[in-house]
Protein backbone atom coordinates (compact mmCIF):
# COMPACT_ATOMS: atom_id res chain seq x y z
CA UNK A 1 0.00 0.00 0.00
CA UNK A 2 1.34 3.20 -1.00
CA UNK A 3 -0.67 5.68 1.46
CA UNK A 4 -0.08 5.01 5.08
CA UNK A 5 -3.09 6.35 7.10
CA UNK A 6 -3.50 7.96 10.53
CA UNK A 7 -3.46 5.14 12.73
CA UNK A 8 -6.34 6.58 14.84
CA UNK A 9 -9.78 7.97 14.90
CA UNK A 10 -10.87 11.53 15.89
CA UNK A 11 -12.82 11.03 18.97
CA UNK A 12 -12.99 14.69 20.15
CA UNK A 13 -12.48 17.94 18.06
CA UNK A 14 -11.47 21.66 18.28
CA UNK A 15 -13.46 24.15 15.82
CA UNK A 16 -11.21 26.21 14.03
CA UNK A 17 -12.06 29.65 13.80
CA UNK A 18 -12.30 31.08 9.94
CA UNK A 19 -10.57 34.37 9.64
CA UNK A 20 -9.99 36.84 6.45
CA UNK A 21 -7.73 38.24 4.95
CA UNK A 22 -8.21 41.49 6.33
CA UNK A 23 -8.73 40.64 9.54
CA UNK A 24 -5.57 39.12 9.72
CA UNK A 25 -3.44 42.28 8.17
CA UNK A 26 -4.94 44.05 11.36
CA UNK A 27 -3.59 41.01 13.81
CA UNK A 28 -0.39 40.88 12.49
CA UNK A 29 0.07 45.02 12.74
CA UNK A 30 -1.34 45.03 16.19
CA UNK A 31 1.14 41.55 16.92
CA UNK A 32 4.04 44.21 15.86
CA UNK A 33 4.83 41.19 13.55
CA UNK A 34 5.57 38.66 15.60
CA UNK A 35 4.14 35.86 15.52
CA UNK A 36 3.97 34.55 18.77
CA UNK A 37 2.06 37.61 20.03
CA UNK A 38 -1.13 36.35 17.51
CA UNK A 39 -3.85 34.89 19.70
CA UNK A 40 -3.96 31.38 18.66
CA UNK A 41 -7.75 32.03 18.13
CA UNK A 42 -6.73 34.29 15.37
CA UNK A 43 -4.65 31.47 13.86
CA UNK A 44 -6.19 28.71 11.63
CA UNK A 45 -3.17 26.24 11.33
CA UNK A 46 -1.12 26.39 14.12
CA UNK A 47 2.32 25.20 12.82
CA UNK A 48 4.59 27.43 15.28
CA UNK A 49 5.58 24.52 17.60
CA UNK A 50 5.32 20.81 17.94
CA UNK A 51 5.85 21.10 21.81
CA UNK A 52 2.50 20.92 24.04
CA UNK A 53 0.06 21.11 20.99
CA UNK A 54 -0.18 16.96 20.09
CA UNK A 55 -3.51 15.22 20.21
CA UNK A 56 -3.56 12.77 23.67
CA UNK A 57 -4.98 9.46 22.83
CA UNK A 58 -7.98 8.47 24.54
CA UNK A 59 -5.94 6.16 26.74
CA UNK A 60 -4.16 8.94 27.85
CA UNK A 61 -7.36 10.93 28.23
CA UNK A 62 -8.24 7.91 30.77
CA UNK A 63 -4.95 7.99 32.37
CA UNK A 64 -5.16 11.68 33.56
CA UNK A 65 -8.58 10.37 35.20
CA UNK A 66 -6.46 7.72 36.74
CA UNK A 67 -4.07 10.05 37.84
CA UNK A 68 -3.36 10.78 41.82
CA UNK A 69 -2.52 13.55 43.55
CA UNK A 70 0.17 13.83 46.76
CA UNK A 71 3.19 15.47 47.73
CA UNK A 72 5.12 12.51 47.84
CA UNK A 73 5.22 8.95 46.24
CA UNK A 74 1.75 9.26 44.41
CA UNK A 75 1.20 5.90 42.49
CA UNK A 76 0.99 8.20 39.29
CA UNK A 77 4.78 8.84 39.66
CA UNK A 78 5.92 4.95 39.97
CA UNK A 79 3.88 4.91 36.86
CA UNK A 80 5.71 7.28 35.23
CA UNK A 81 9.16 5.74 36.70
CA UNK A 82 8.45 2.70 35.67
CA UNK A 83 8.00 3.55 32.01
CA UNK A 84 10.65 5.92 31.87
CA UNK A 85 13.04 3.32 33.77
CA UNK A 86 11.93 0.65 30.99
CA UNK A 87 12.52 2.55 27.99
CA UNK A 88 15.95 4.17 29.00
CA UNK A 89 17.25 1.66 31.45
CA UNK A 90 18.29 5.42 33.30
CA UNK A 91 17.34 4.93 37.32
CA UNK A 92 17.65 7.95 38.28
CA UNK A 93 14.48 9.73 37.21
CA UNK A 94 13.28 13.09 37.93
CA UNK A 95 10.49 14.90 36.67
CA UNK A 96 9.63 18.29 35.71
CA UNK A 97 7.53 21.02 33.87
CA UNK A 98 9.22 21.23 30.73
CA UNK A 99 12.83 20.60 28.68
CA UNK A 100 14.08 23.17 29.85
CA UNK A 101 13.35 23.25 33.40
CA UNK A 102 15.32 20.27 33.07
CA UNK A 103 17.92 21.97 31.44
CA UNK A 104 18.14 24.65 33.75
CA UNK A 105 19.28 22.39 36.80
CA UNK A 106 21.47 20.19 34.45
CA UNK A 107 23.39 23.50 34.38
CA UNK A 108 23.00 24.34 37.82
CA UNK A 109 24.34 20.84 38.85
CA UNK A 110 27.12 20.58 36.50
CA UNK A 111 28.31 23.96 36.02
CA UNK A 112 27.29 25.45 39.17
CA UNK A 113 25.52 28.94 40.68
CA UNK A 114 25.73 32.44 39.92
CA UNK A 115 28.79 32.86 37.08
CA UNK A 116 30.16 29.43 37.39
CA UNK A 117 30.19 28.94 33.76
CA UNK A 118 32.86 31.81 32.92
CA UNK A 119 35.67 30.68 31.08
CA UNK A 120 33.71 27.26 30.15
CA UNK A 121 32.26 25.97 27.03
CA UNK A 122 29.66 23.20 26.39
CA UNK A 123 29.95 21.29 22.73
CA UNK A 124 26.33 20.72 21.09
CA UNK A 125 25.67 18.92 18.08
CA UNK A 126 23.40 22.47 17.63
CA UNK A 127 22.35 23.52 21.12
CA UNK A 128 18.18 24.07 21.07
CA UNK A 129 18.01 28.01 21.72
CA UNK A 130 16.67 27.40 25.41
CA UNK A 131 19.50 25.12 25.85
CA UNK A 132 22.05 27.43 24.87
CA UNK A 133 20.30 30.49 26.82
CA UNK A 134 20.54 28.43 29.97
CA UNK A 135 23.90 27.18 29.25
CA UNK A 136 25.02 31.20 28.70
CA UNK A 137 22.93 32.06 32.09
CA UNK A 138 25.82 31.11 33.62
CA UNK A 139 28.46 32.85 32.02
CA UNK A 140 29.57 29.68 30.07
CA UNK A 141 29.93 30.28 26.22
CA UNK A 142 28.03 27.04 23.87
CA UNK A 143 29.59 25.53 20.79
CA UNK A 144 27.66 24.08 17.60
CA UNK A 145 29.68 21.25 16.63
CA UNK A 146 28.18 20.20 13.12
CA UNK A 147 29.57 18.46 10.51
CA UNK A 148 29.52 20.66 6.88
CA UNK A 149 26.68 18.96 5.50
CA UNK A 150 24.63 19.57 8.27
CA UNK A 151 24.87 23.11 7.49
CA UNK A 152 24.33 22.72 4.14
CA UNK A 153 20.23 22.65 3.63
CA UNK A 154 20.72 21.63 -0.09
CA UNK A 155 21.88 18.45 0.44
CA UNK A 156 20.57 14.77 0.98
CA UNK A 157 22.19 13.01 3.76
CA UNK A 158 20.68 10.28 6.27
CA UNK A 159 22.34 12.36 9.05
CA UNK A 160 22.80 15.45 8.99
CA UNK A 161 22.29 15.65 12.58
CA UNK A 162 25.61 14.04 13.62
CA UNK A 163 27.85 15.85 15.68
CA UNK A 164 31.53 16.25 14.23
CA UNK A 165 33.79 13.94 16.08
CA UNK A 166 37.01 15.56 14.79
CA UNK A 167 36.00 18.43 15.91
CA UNK A 168 34.72 17.20 19.28
CA UNK A 169 38.08 16.19 19.49
CA UNK A 170 40.40 18.86 18.49
CA UNK A 171 38.27 20.71 21.18
CA UNK A 172 38.41 18.50 24.32
CA UNK A 173 42.81 18.01 23.01
CA UNK A 174 42.06 22.06 23.32
CA UNK A 175 40.80 23.12 26.30
CA UNK A 176 39.39 19.38 28.28
CA UNK A 177 39.22 21.04 31.66
CA UNK A 178 36.88 23.96 30.18
CA UNK A 179 34.62 21.27 28.80
CA UNK A 180 32.10 20.54 31.74
CA UNK A 181 29.99 18.19 29.97
CA UNK A 182 29.33 17.28 26.10
CA UNK A 183 25.89 17.35 24.57
CA UNK A 184 23.53 15.50 21.58
CA UNK A 185 20.56 17.05 20.27
CA UNK A 186 18.06 13.95 18.95
CA UNK A 187 17.24 14.61 16.41
CA UNK A 188 18.55 18.15 16.22
CA UNK A 189 15.82 20.69 15.96
CA UNK A 190 18.07 23.85 15.05
CA UNK A 191 18.86 22.35 11.96
CA UNK A 192 16.16 20.81 10.28
CA UNK A 193 14.71 17.81 12.81
CA UNK A 194 17.56 15.85 11.37
CA UNK A 195 18.62 12.67 12.72
CA UNK A 196 21.31 12.00 14.68
CA UNK A 197 23.14 8.07 13.84
CA UNK A 198 23.73 5.50 16.76
CA UNK A 199 27.48 5.17 15.34
CA UNK A 200 27.67 9.33 15.48
CA UNK A 201 26.62 8.69 19.43
CA UNK A 202 29.05 5.76 19.86
CA UNK A 203 31.68 8.23 18.45
CA UNK A 204 30.76 10.76 20.85
CA UNK A 205 30.27 8.36 23.75
CA UNK A 206 34.07 6.95 22.75
CA UNK A 207 35.66 10.77 23.14
CA UNK A 208 33.77 11.43 26.31
CA UNK A 209 35.39 8.36 27.65
CA UNK A 210 38.63 9.21 26.53
CA UNK A 211 38.52 12.54 27.58
CA UNK A 212 36.57 11.55 30.89
CA UNK A 213 33.61 13.64 30.24
CA UNK A 214 30.18 13.47 30.93
CA UNK A 215 27.93 12.73 27.72
CA UNK A 216 23.82 14.23 27.68
CA UNK A 217 21.60 13.71 25.25
CA UNK A 218 19.09 16.62 24.56
CA UNK A 219 16.23 13.54 23.97
CA UNK A 220 13.20 15.62 23.22
CA UNK A 221 12.58 13.42 20.04
CA UNK A 222 14.24 10.78 20.74
CA UNK A 223 11.98 8.24 19.19
CA UNK A 224 11.82 9.93 15.84
CA UNK A 225 15.58 10.04 16.12
CA UNK A 226 15.33 6.13 16.81
CA UNK A 227 12.75 5.72 13.97
CA UNK A 228 15.04 7.18 11.19
CA UNK A 229 18.40 4.85 12.76
CA UNK A 230 16.53 1.89 11.75
CA UNK A 231 14.73 3.28 8.16
CA UNK A 232 18.18 4.61 7.42
CA UNK A 233 21.59 3.32 9.22
CA UNK A 234 23.16 -0.23 7.90
CA UNK A 235 22.17 -3.26 9.84
CA UNK A 236 19.04 -1.25 12.35
CA UNK A 237 16.15 -2.02 9.82
CA UNK A 238 15.39 -5.36 11.76
CA UNK A 239 14.84 -3.99 15.18
CA UNK A 240 12.36 -2.85 17.77
CA UNK A 241 12.76 0.82 17.39
CA UNK A 242 12.11 0.42 21.26
CA UNK A 243 15.54 -1.42 21.49
CA UNK A 244 17.40 1.42 19.04
CA UNK A 245 15.69 4.04 21.65
CA UNK A 246 16.84 1.90 24.35
CA UNK A 247 21.17 1.88 23.20
CA UNK A 248 20.65 5.82 22.47
CA UNK A 249 20.04 6.04 26.30
CA UNK A 250 22.59 3.12 27.01
CA UNK A 251 25.46 5.46 25.57
CA UNK A 252 24.92 8.58 27.70
CA UNK A 253 25.03 9.39 31.38
CA UNK A 254 21.71 11.15 31.51
CA UNK A 255 19.43 12.83 29.38
CA UNK A 256 17.34 16.20 29.43
CA UNK A 257 13.94 15.54 27.97
CA UNK A 258 11.01 18.05 27.00
CA UNK A 259 7.97 15.51 26.96
CA UNK A 260 5.87 17.85 25.32
CA UNK A 261 7.52 16.29 22.08
CA UNK A 262 8.03 12.38 21.79
CA UNK A 263 6.17 12.56 25.34
CA UNK A 264 3.16 13.69 23.31
CA UNK A 265 1.50 15.48 26.50
CA UNK A 266 0.67 19.24 26.52
CA UNK A 267 2.85 19.75 29.92
CA UNK A 268 5.99 17.63 31.24
CA UNK A 269 9.62 16.68 31.41
CA UNK A 270 12.22 14.81 32.58
CA UNK A 271 15.53 14.88 33.47
CA UNK A 272 17.75 11.59 34.09
CA UNK A 273 21.00 10.53 35.88
CA UNK A 274 22.95 7.46 35.53
CA UNK A 275 24.97 9.00 38.27
CA UNK A 276 23.12 8.78 41.78
CA UNK A 277 24.96 11.59 43.45
CA UNK A 278 24.45 13.84 40.57
CA UNK A 279 20.91 12.94 41.16
CA UNK A 280 21.12 13.52 44.57
CA UNK A 281 22.27 17.00 44.33
CA UNK A 282 19.72 17.72 41.56
CA UNK A 283 16.63 16.43 43.59
CA UNK A 284 17.63 18.85 46.52
CA UNK A 285 17.66 21.77 43.66
CA UNK A 286 14.78 20.89 41.89
CA UNK A 287 12.64 21.45 45.15
CA UNK A 288 13.79 24.40 45.41
CA UNK A 289 12.16 25.73 42.02
CA UNK A 290 9.73 22.14 41.06
CA UNK A 291 8.48 21.14 43.44
CA UNK A 292 9.29 17.38 45.52
CA UNK A 293 11.32 14.77 43.35
CA UNK A 294 7.99 12.29 43.25
CA UNK A 295 5.92 15.43 41.16
CA UNK A 296 8.51 18.13 39.56
CA UNK A 297 5.65 20.57 39.43
CA UNK A 298 3.52 18.72 37.80
CA UNK A 299 0.15 17.32 38.71
CA UNK A 300 -0.23 13.31 39.51
CA UNK A 301 -2.39 13.10 36.46
CA UNK A 302 0.16 14.39 33.95
CA UNK A 303 2.80 12.24 35.25
CA UNK A 304 0.03 9.51 33.98
CA UNK A 305 -0.49 11.14 30.55
CA UNK A 306 3.44 11.15 30.33
CA UNK A 307 4.16 7.69 31.37
CA UNK A 308 1.07 6.20 28.42
CA UNK A 309 1.97 8.74 25.63
CA UNK A 310 6.04 7.49 25.88
CA UNK A 311 5.05 3.78 25.54
CA UNK A 312 2.77 4.99 22.62
CA UNK A 313 5.55 7.46 20.47
CA UNK A 314 7.31 3.96 20.14
CA UNK A 315 4.47 2.19 18.27
CA UNK A 316 6.10 1.79 14.36
CA UNK A 317 2.34 2.18 13.03
CA UNK A 318 2.73 5.69 14.73
CA UNK A 319 6.05 6.67 13.62
CA UNK A 320 5.56 5.35 10.33
CA UNK A 321 2.38 7.77 10.07
CA UNK A 322 4.29 10.70 11.81
CA UNK A 323 7.28 10.87 10.02
CA UNK A 324 5.66 10.01 6.66
CA UNK A 325 3.48 12.97 6.97
CA UNK A 326 6.10 15.05 7.64
CA UNK A 327 8.08 13.79 4.57
CA UNK A 328 4.52 14.52 2.53
CA UNK A 329 4.71 18.17 3.29
CA UNK A 330 8.23 18.41 2.27
CA UNK A 331 7.80 16.43 -0.83
CA UNK A 332 4.66 18.41 -2.37
CA UNK A 333 7.11 21.67 -1.82
CA UNK A 334 10.18 19.74 -3.29
CA UNK A 335 8.22 19.22 -6.12
CA UNK A 336 6.78 23.03 -6.51
CA UNK A 337 10.46 23.98 -6.36
CA UNK A 338 10.32 24.96 -2.88
CA UNK A 339 14.06 24.84 -1.42
CA UNK A 340 13.51 22.76 2.16
CA UNK A 341 16.33 21.53 4.46
CA UNK A 342 16.74 18.13 2.81
CA UNK A 343 15.92 15.78 3.60
CA UNK A 344 12.46 16.13 5.59
CA UNK A 345 12.60 16.69 8.98
CA UNK A 346 10.75 14.43 11.93
CA UNK A 347 8.65 16.83 13.06
CA UNK A 348 9.28 19.99 10.98
CA UNK A 349 9.70 21.16 7.07
CA UNK A 350 12.28 23.63 7.56
CA UNK A 351 11.31 26.23 4.07
CA UNK A 352 14.78 27.88 3.04
CA UNK A 353 13.83 31.69 3.69
CA UNK A 354 17.34 32.36 1.73
CA UNK A 355 16.36 30.63 -1.13
CA UNK A 356 13.01 31.86 -1.13
CA UNK A 357 13.57 35.71 -0.75
CA UNK A 358 16.77 35.51 -2.37
CA UNK A 359 16.16 39.53 -2.56
CA UNK A 360 16.41 40.25 1.14
CA UNK A 361 19.14 39.87 2.66
CA UNK A 362 20.25 38.18 5.98
CA UNK A 363 20.05 41.58 8.28
CA UNK A 364 16.64 42.33 7.17
CA UNK A 365 14.95 38.83 8.49
CA UNK A 366 14.08 37.23 5.52
CA UNK A 367 12.72 34.31 7.55
CA UNK A 368 10.32 36.48 9.60
CA UNK A 369 9.01 37.92 5.84
CA UNK A 370 8.16 34.94 4.87
CA UNK A 371 6.91 33.25 8.41
CA UNK A 372 4.47 37.05 8.42
CA UNK A 373 3.44 36.50 4.81
CA UNK A 374 1.98 32.65 5.50
CA UNK A 375 0.31 34.22 8.25
CA UNK A 376 -1.50 37.13 6.27
CA UNK A 377 -1.89 34.68 2.95
CA UNK A 378 -3.54 31.53 4.90
CA UNK A 379 -3.42 32.03 9.11
CA UNK A 380 -0.65 29.49 8.96
CA UNK A 381 1.55 30.64 11.75
CA UNK A 382 5.10 29.07 11.67
CA UNK A 383 8.42 30.03 12.98
CA UNK A 384 11.44 31.47 12.42
CA UNK A 385 14.40 29.99 13.33
CA UNK A 386 17.66 32.00 11.22
CA UNK A 387 18.85 35.51 12.68
CA UNK A 388 15.75 36.90 14.48
CA UNK A 389 16.07 33.53 16.62
CA UNK A 390 19.70 32.88 16.62
CA UNK A 391 21.11 35.97 15.96
CA UNK A 392 25.08 35.75 15.05
CA UNK A 393 24.87 31.77 16.04
CA UNK A 394 22.37 31.18 12.75
CA UNK A 395 23.61 28.97 10.29
CA UNK A 396 20.74 29.20 7.62
CA UNK A 397 17.50 31.54 7.58
CA UNK A 398 14.55 28.87 7.99
CA UNK A 399 11.10 29.17 8.42
CA UNK A 400 9.83 26.30 10.73
CA UNK A 401 6.32 24.59 9.80
CA UNK A 402 6.47 22.54 12.90
CA UNK A 403 3.63 19.91 12.56
CA UNK A 404 1.69 18.93 15.80
CA UNK A 405 1.62 15.19 16.78
CA UNK A 406 -1.84 13.66 15.81
CA UNK A 407 -3.46 16.79 15.24
CA UNK A 408 -4.22 17.80 11.60
CA UNK A 409 -5.26 15.89 8.88
CA UNK A 410 -3.77 15.36 5.59
CA UNK A 411 -6.25 18.24 4.12
CA UNK A 412 -4.73 21.02 6.60
CA UNK A 413 -1.44 20.12 5.16
CA UNK A 414 -2.75 20.26 1.68
CA UNK A 415 -3.95 24.08 2.18
CA UNK A 416 -0.73 25.14 3.96
CA UNK A 417 0.81 23.63 0.42
CA UNK A 418 -1.81 25.45 -1.41
CA UNK A 419 -0.88 28.97 0.78
CA UNK A 420 2.83 28.42 0.29
CA UNK A 421 2.65 28.18 -3.48
CA UNK A 422 0.80 30.88 -3.59
CA UNK A 423 3.20 33.52 -1.76
CA UNK A 424 5.83 32.00 -3.94
CA UNK A 425 4.10 32.74 -6.64
CA UNK A 426 4.66 36.66 -5.25
CA UNK A 427 7.68 36.07 -3.59
CA UNK A 428 9.43 39.15 -5.14
CA UNK A 429 7.07 41.60 -3.43
CA UNK A 430 8.20 40.54 0.30
CA UNK A 431 9.83 43.13 1.88
CA UNK A 432 12.72 42.88 4.85
CA UNK A 433 11.80 43.75 8.70
CA UNK A 434 13.44 45.46 11.50
CA UNK A 435 13.64 44.97 14.94
CA UNK A 436 12.20 48.00 16.43
CA UNK A 437 12.17 46.59 19.84
CA UNK A 438 14.02 43.68 21.74
CA UNK A 439 15.72 41.74 24.29
CA UNK A 440 19.26 40.83 24.33
CA UNK A 441 18.35 36.98 25.00
CA UNK A 442 15.41 35.04 23.22
CA UNK A 443 14.28 37.83 21.62
CA UNK A 444 12.37 35.79 18.72
CA UNK A 445 9.68 35.66 21.87
CA UNK A 446 9.06 39.06 22.29
CA UNK A 447 10.85 41.45 19.80
CA UNK A 448 8.82 44.15 17.74
CA UNK A 449 9.27 44.20 14.23
CA UNK A 450 8.32 46.66 11.28
CA UNK A 451 8.32 45.76 7.39
CA UNK A 452 11.00 48.11 5.71
CA UNK A 453 9.48 49.99 3.09
CA UNK A 454 10.55 48.74 -0.44
CA UNK A 455 12.11 52.28 -2.09
CA UNK A 456 10.05 53.88 -4.90
CA UNK A 457 11.23 52.35 -8.30
CA UNK A 458 13.61 55.26 -9.71
CA UNK A 459 13.07 55.46 -13.66
N1 LIG B 1 15.44 20.97 23.44
C1 LIG B 1 14.93 20.93 22.21
C2 LIG B 1 15.66 20.21 21.12
C3 LIG B 1 13.70 21.53 21.96
O1 LIG B 1 13.19 21.47 20.72
C4 LIG B 1 13.02 22.19 23.01
C5 LIG B 1 11.75 22.86 22.78
C6 LIG B 1 13.59 22.20 24.28
C7 LIG B 1 14.82 21.57 24.46
C8 LIG B 1 12.94 22.86 25.46
O2 LIG B 1 11.80 22.18 25.87
O3 LIG B 1 9.92 23.79 25.49
O4 LIG B 1 9.67 21.84 27.03
O5 LIG B 1 11.07 23.75 27.67
N2 LIG B 1 11.35 23.14 21.63
C9 LIG B 1 10.09 23.76 21.31
C10 LIG B 1 10.05 23.99 19.83
C11 LIG B 1 9.70 24.93 22.13
O6 LIG B 1 9.11 24.66 19.39
O7 LIG B 1 10.91 23.49 19.10
P1 LIG B 1 10.55 22.93 26.55
Known sequence: MK??????????????????????VVCLKEAHYNLFAIPSQDVMIDLLTDSGTGAMSSEQWAAIMR??????????????????????????VLPTHQGRASERLLVEVMIGHGNAGIGKIVPNNAHFDTTRANIEHSGCTTIDL?????????????????????????????????VPFVMVTVTCNSIGGQPVSLENIKGVRAICDRFNK????????????????????????DRPVEDIAREMFDLCDGATI????????????????RDKTLFDATSNLLILTEG??????????????????????LREDYLRYRIRSTEYLGEKLL??????????????????AAAFCPHIPSHEFPGQALACALYEEGGIRSCEIGSVMMGEHAHMELVRLAIPRRTYTQSHIDYVIEIILEVHKRASSLVGYRITEGPEALRHFTAKFEPIKQAAPTC
Not at 263 to 271: A, D, K, R, Y
Not at 292 to 313: C, K, P, Q, S, W
Request: proline share 5%; aromatic share 10%.
Open 3 to 24: TIIEPFRIKSVEPIRMSTHDER
Open 146 to 178: LTPEGQDPSTDAPFKGNMDLGALEALLSERADD
Open 292 to 313: YMTYGGLAGRDLDAMAVGFREV
Open 67 to 92: GDESYAGAPSWFRFRDVMVDITGIEN
Open 335 to 352: EAGIEIVRPAGGHAIYID
Open 258 to 273: SAKKDGIVNIGGVLLF
Open 214 to 237: PFFLDACRFAENAWFIKQREAGQG
